[in-house]
């Protein structure tokens, strides 16, 4: 389909129809989606989805329901659903204002096993706060909270901070170089440390964050990655953290002992 047609299609959704009854339509929000599902209209050959004046998606009349992703969380927006014949004909159609959900809140992982790495893994508990940054857009901020402190562990640098690719002695004082050596030594299952660290790179999407991290020992050079990634399961916002190591720093990672969760660490919302 062009452009012109999308264009022209949105157009006669707002061209004066007189629809019988509006299309019967429901909408569910979460903090990234937005769930449709819809009764069918007699006569509909396509279904047509906008966000505002943008074209989302055509689907054919078997079709009933729909998410629409990657959108922001915490905001407004308005949806319209037409039901079209070949012809491009509007049947029906059904106006929705939603707003999406947040993430923000605490999330926490409990272990379930006594394999917690010499009682540094009991639990983990992070708050997770939204935020939308000029360089990046919306991203998610996450504390560690421990010991009734908060301490940044994402990011760990404001993003216009050209010092965050700079290497860290392991004992620095700053909040970057605390914040890391606190949350590292949790999942390090070794009795060494590294002597460095640098800031690498990070990857920011809508639901995940992915942040790489050099750090120097025994006079080689290895890298972690980190990913946070959020969803929603079961009724329950979760958050799920995986980390991978470059060589061998990938065997003294601390994993997820908790039976039939797998390596990832699930944090489910809490508050």
Not at 9 to 25: K, P, Q, T, V, Y
Not at 75 to 87: G, N, P
Not at 188 to 196: A, I
Not at 229 to 255: A, I, P, Q
Request: glycine share 6%.
């Amino acid at each position: 389909m062009t452009k012109r047609l999308l264009f022209v299609s949105f157009l006669l959704l707002f061209a004066g129809f007189s629809f019988a009854s509006g299309l019967e339509a429901e909408a569910v929000s979460y903090p990234s989606s937005v769930y449709f599902s819809w009764k069918p209209v007699e006569g509909a050959v396509y279904y047509d989805i906008y966000n505002g004046q943008d074209f989302v998606v055509r689907l054919p009349s078997s079709e009933h329901s729909y998410t629409v992703e990657r959108l922001l969380s915490s905001e407004s927006y308005s949806f319209s659903i037409a039901a079209r014949t070949e012809d491009n004909i509007t049947l029906d159609a059904s106006f929705l204002d939603v707003e999406t959900d947040s993430w923000d809140g605490i999330y926490e992982w409990v272990n379930e096993t006594d394999k917690d790495n010499k009682g540094k893994m009991e639990s983990y508990r992070v708050r997770l706060e939204t935020r939308m940054d000029p360089m990046v857009g919306e991203y998610h901020a996450v504390y560690l909270i421990k010991d009734g402190m908060e301490l940044p562990i994402f990011p760990l640098y404001d993003f216009s901070d050209k010092s965050s690719g700079e290497w860290v002695d392991f004992d620095d004082e700053g909040i970057a170089g605390t914040s890391y050596r606190i949350n590292a030594k949790l999942f390090n299952t070794s009795p060494f440390n590294p002597s460095k660290w640098r800031m690498d790179k990070v990857v920011i999407d809508y639901d995940s964050t992915s942040a790489y991290i050099q750090t120097s020992a025994m006079g080689m050079i290895f890298e972690t990655v980190t990913r946070y990634e959020l969803y929603c399961e079961d009724g329950s916002m979760k958050m799920s953290l995986t980390t991978e190591g470059s060589g061998v720093v990938d065997s003294f990672l601390f994993r997820n002992p908790n039976p039939g969760e797998g390596d990832a660490f699930i944090l489910t919302r809490i508050g």
